[in-house]
């Protein structure tokens, strides 16, 4: 799936799983999994498998809200406070801290703006024309314009998970679709010829970009001789194990 990290910068797969779980143990297992569910979107369509495989990509550590809410750590914050100024700040407080760290959008936005390359930007910005006064400030840069169009696939997403209501991208790309979207008392036609299978190769060119990031960060320092090291006894290990069955 991600012939950029192991043909075109050659990175050898043992020395790539060691030292990504080295640098943080479980790190492999999201490798596996957040590659197995793009792929699984690929051949189904789904764009809710597509985004769930970028935010395994971060760790795949998710608490509901409901649960965040009720822990204890929380309702400690919450329980000495009796002015409701203060109760609201917090709560908007808590809220924030909540987002940062498990909300799907933050992390969506995150990685499509780090990792996604200026070509695939282009794609993505100029498969989804947005209409006039949907926002109230013009995006005069691409990132922005990138994150206009991640909110209106996030909502297309969202409506197929939350609400049973599925509006297919662009068939072919040989021509726009009209999607209506509702904000406040407005309905406003968005312009989209993205197909999901160009969603679905900038995103993976993306993940691929992402995870060879976090190997090289992972071999940083003093870390890749350690690396080095572990790989070889393994490898050397095998080798063994296999002359062994050749020989019986």
């Known amino acids: ?50 985004f769930s495989a970028v935010q395994r990509c971060y760790g795949g550590d998710y608490i509901d809200f409901q649960a965040h809410i009720s822990s ?25 801290e909540y987002n940062a760290k498990y909300g799907m959008n933050r992390q969506i936005h995150d990685f499509y ?57 662009s068939p072919t790309g040989e021509r726009y679709e009209h999607v209506q979207v509702i904000k406040g008392k407005e309905e406003y036609t968005f312009l989209v010829k993205l197909t999901f299978d160009e969603l679905y190769e900038i995103t993976r060119q993306a993940m691929a970009s992402y995870w060879l990031n976090e190997y090289e960060a992972s071999i940083a320092d003093d870390r890749k001789a350690f690396v080095d090291r572990t790989v070889k006894k393994f490898k050397d290990e095998n080798r063994r194990l296999n002359a062994e069955r050749k020989g019986e």
Not at 80 to 95: A, E, F, H, N, P
């Open 72 to 96: 204890k750590p929380i309702r400690s914050r919450l329980l000495g406070i009796t002015d409701s100024k203060v109760m609201s700040q917090t709560l908007k407080d808590i809220c924030d």
């Open 1 to 50: 799936m991600f012939p950029e990290i192991f043909t075109d910068s050659k990175v050898d797969f043992a020395h790539f799983c060691v030292a990504l779980d080295i640098y943080k143990s479980g790190r492999t297992n999201d490798y596996f999994s957040s590659g197995s569910f793009l792929f699984g979107s690929k051949e189904t369509k789904d764009i809710n498998m597509l």
């Open 113 to 169: 703006i780090k990792y996604l390359s200026d070509d695939s930007k282009a794609i993505l910005n100029g498969s989804i024309a947005v209409p006039a006064h949907y926002y109230a400030n013009f995006a005069d840069d691409s990132d922005t314009s990138v994150k206009q169009r991640l909110d209106f696939l996030l909502k297309f997403r969202n409506k197929y998970d939350h609400s049973a209501q599925y509006h297919q991208l």
